[in-house]
Structure formats: C-alpha cells, structure tokens
C-alpha cells in the first residue's frame, strides 16, 4: 500500500511537469530580462535626478547599467572637424555625445553620471569599443577630464 501511495505521488509530479502551463501560470514579464542589455540589468526602471556641476539639473529613466566606458571631453573647434556631429548634423554642445555604433546604437539616449543624459549624434575616429566622447560647446569651459564611468541606459 505504501508503495502504491508513492507511486501515485510519483506520476503526480511527473504530470505536473509534463502538462502544459495555462495562460494563469505565465510569469509576468520583467522588462530588463527581456531586453537586452550587456550590463546590469535591473528588474525594473528607475530614475535618476542629479544636479551637474554646470548647474543644471538632469534626470533619466533607466533599467540597465554598462560598465567600463572611457569618456573624455571634445568640441567642434579641433582642427578639421566641422562643428557639426555626423548622425544628426546639429552642432556639438553639452548633452551631445560621440560614439562606436557598433557599441551604442546612433541616435539613442544614455546617462552618464556627473554628465548628465546624452544623445549618441556622433562619431569620432578615435571613438572604437567602449569609448565616448562628451560634448561641450568649448572643450576649454568644460568640466569633464578622461576617465572610466558607467553609462545608464533604457531599454525596452
């Protein structure tokens, strides 16, 4: 008798994993494991709000963070360039940014902490992999010096 009982649990549980799941069951979906992300991804977006060291104050919606970019500052003004960005033709100013987009999608936003939110307009010879550039109006009011930052993106 008791090895009828096990049995029957048994093929029970072997039921359950065998049966398929009703509509019911599904997990409801988590937006950041469903997008793909390269970083950290986060079960749910959040916001950050800072105030920059221009004064301005900048807040972003994000779900994943990327770690390891390089970013420096840079303007129009170098010698050769036109003063205008390649993805979007607008001038290069603070919230302006230049990337590999093979790395960061052209025309998408992200968040760079102590920066502010910046828009992928641009691309640079120098700019491969993990490399950004930050824009500023003039390099020389910038505040900006070469460092590793994290980027915050929003992916859907």
Same mark, same amino acid.
């Given at each position: 008798?008791?090895?009828?009982? =096990? =049995?029957?649990? =048994?093929?029970? %549980?072997?039921? $359950?994993?065998?049966? #398929? /799941? ?5 997990? #409801? ?8 992300? +390269? ?8 916001? *950050? ?5 221009? &004064? ?8 994943? *963070? ?13 010698? &050769? !360039? $036109?003063?205008?960005?390649? @993805?979007?033709?607008? #001038?290069?100013?603070?919230?302006? !940014?230049?990337? +590999? ?8 936003? @992200? ?10 307009? +641009? /691309?640079? &010879?120098?700019?491969?992999?993990? /490399?950004? +550039? =930050? ?13 590793? %930052?994290?980027?915050? %993106? @929003?992916?859907?």
């Amino acid at each position: 008798m008791v090895q009828s009982i =096990l =049995l029957i649990g =048994l093929a029970a %549980t072997i039921a $359950s994993f065998a049966a #398929p /799941k009703l509509k019911t069951d599904i997990e #409801p979906k988590v937006l950041s494991a469903q997008a793909e992300c +390269d970083g950290v991804k986060l079960n749910y977006p959040r916001v *950050i709000k800072e105030k920059l060291p221009n &004064g301005k104050t900048s807040k972003f919606r994000y779900n994943c *963070i990327r770690n390891g970019f390089i970013a420096s500052s840079y303007d129009g003004n170098c010698k &050769g !360039c $036109s003063g205008r960005t390649h @993805f979007t033709d607008e #001038p290069v100013v603070w919230g302006i !940014c230049a990337v +590999d987009q093979d790395t960061i999608a052209p025309h998408s936003y @992200f968040y760079v902490p102590g920066y502010g939110r910046c828009k992928a307009a +641009d /691309k640079g &010879g120098a700019v491969k992999g993990k /490399k950004i +550039d =930050l824009g500023f109006e003039s390099v020389s009011q910038g505040w900006w010096s070469r460092r590793v %930052t994290d980027i915050y %993106t @929003f992916v859907e």
